[in-house]
């Protein structure tokens, strides 16, 4: 007589833990002696062209509690459009501006980045895109790295045409991506649950 085989439990997917800061930015958690500096924090090494701007970005989760234990990275074009690599199509040859960053959230869920306004870049239409700012978020109970955009109020006229935004068919959505300026700083909360969720891209 064969014996009955007993029905196993689904194993606990994976997520990024509380080991995010750890892992990813050990300075930001007192671990020193690793690397000198975490990597990211820094996007500007000297003279820039373009205008100077710091982003913040507040995280919450479908609670409406700030995200503390997340971390935002951004990736974007410089003041003329142009990428950082030598891979770019168009690749950005000032080295003092890397065109990516990576910032830990802090206990009010907000990280912020001290960086220039991004230029226009050709979309996937062959017209020029809205200036915006890649993100990719990760934290305790994201197993995959969220993908977004960040855009700016001041650009309603690119913002209008824009081939990304204008794939978002309810227009109330896309403000879920757009910053708003407080002077020379563009302010973006992201909501990963709830009513306010914010437009995240499968990428």
Known sequence: MLHPVPTLKETPSQTAGPYVHIGMTPNFCDITGVIAEDLGKTMIHGEVAGERIDIVIRMFDGAGTPVFDGVVEIWQADASGNFVGPTAPNSN???????????????????????????????????????????????????????????????????????????????????????????????????????????????
């Open 93 to 203: 040859a000032v080295p003092t501006f890397t065109g990516w960053g990576r910032q830990p959230a802090n206990e009010q869920g907000e990280v912020r980045f001290e960086t220039v306004k991004p230029g226009r870049v050709v979309g996937p239409d062959g017209k020029l895109q809205a200036p915006h700012v890649s993100l990719w978020i990760v934290a305790r109970g994201i197993n995959i790295g969220l993908q977004t955009r960040l855009y700016f109020d001041d650009e309603a006229e690119a913002n209008g045409g824009d081939f990304v935004l204008n794939k978002i068919m309810d227009k109330r959505r896309r403000e879920t991506l757009i910053a708003k300026r407080d002077g020379s700083t563009y302010r973006l909360d992201i909501h990963l649950q709830g009513e306010k969720e914010t437009v995240f891209f499968d990428i």
